[in-house]
């Protein structure tokens, strides 16, 4: 004989989400819909983006993953600017870069673009993929450790 170990319900319409909200959650996603497409239709500039700014200091440069947390850092031209045991926020930075070479089928050993702008953004910048990392948003001290990329 099977035993229902199920706790009882009172009442089941309470368990359930009321109509009221359901609705105002429905009605939110269309008032946002209705935004966006207001803004595009209207051609409406994003505001959202940071300022265009020149470039003040750019290096190319290549990641080279070696193993689960070493990263060897190379000049465009192959020399070794740095060779990391414990790479930390470089290797998770390279592991990204190289996710989205993996999947467009790009060679890993092509450099990418660290980039130093004038209003203080750092970026690491892929051009034959698009992918890219702002460098500032993860910390200072993330940011320190591309700092001395570009410097040596």
Do not use: C
């Not at 819909?33 to 700014?53: D, M, N, Y």
């Not at 031209?77 to 926020?89: C, E, K, M, P, Q």
């Not at 690491?124 to 910390?139: I, K, M, N, V």
């Amino acid at each position: 004989m099977a035993v229902d170990v199920r706790p009882e319900s009172k009442d089941p319409d309470k368990e359930m989400v009321p109509v009221v909200l359901l609705r105002a959650m429905f009605a939110l996603a269309l008032l946002s819909l209705a935004i966006v497409g207001f803004s595009v239709a209207t051609g409406r500039e994003p505001v959202g983006q940071p300022k265009a700014a020149d470039v003040v200091q750019e290096r190319l440069i290549v990641l080279k993953g070696g193993g689960a947390q070493a990263v060897t850092v190379l000049a465009a031209d192959g020399t070794v600017i740095a060779d990391l045991a414990h790479g930390g926020f470089i290797t998770v930075v390279q592991n990204g870069l190289q996710r989205a070479r993996l999947t467009k089928g790009v060679d890993q050993s092509l450099p990418v673009r660290l980039v130093r702008f004038a209003n203080g953004r750092l970026a690491l910048l892929d051009p034959e993929t698009g992918w890219s990392a702002e460098l500032y948003a993860f910390g200072g001290d993330n940011k320190a450790a591309f700092e001395r990329l570009m410097s040596q």
